[in-house]
């Protein structure tokens, strides 16, 4: 799994992410084109056993109005 070649000048935005401990010492470093974001947060999701909140259907709200 690799990241795309950092490409200024391109129109698309470049990200950098720098991951700290509770002490405030650098764990990480991360710098990559926005296209790769949803790459790099699964990839965390599974490096530190995140796991993103599932909202389900947010229409459902209401179904019981209905």
């Not at 010492?25 to 084109?33: D, G, L, R």
């Not at 926005?34 to 790099?40: A, E, L, T």
């Amino acid at each position: 799994m690799g990241f795309r070649k950092i490409r200024h000048n391109t129109g698309e935005e470049i990200f950098k992410v720098k991951i700290e401990d509770t002490s405030g010492a650098t764990i990480e470093n991360w710098v990559f084109m926005k296209s790769d974001f949803g790459q790099w947060v699964n990839m965390i999701e599974r490096k530190f056993g995140i796991r993103k909140k599932s909202f389900g259907n947010l229409d459902r709200d209401l179904d019981w109005a209905v």
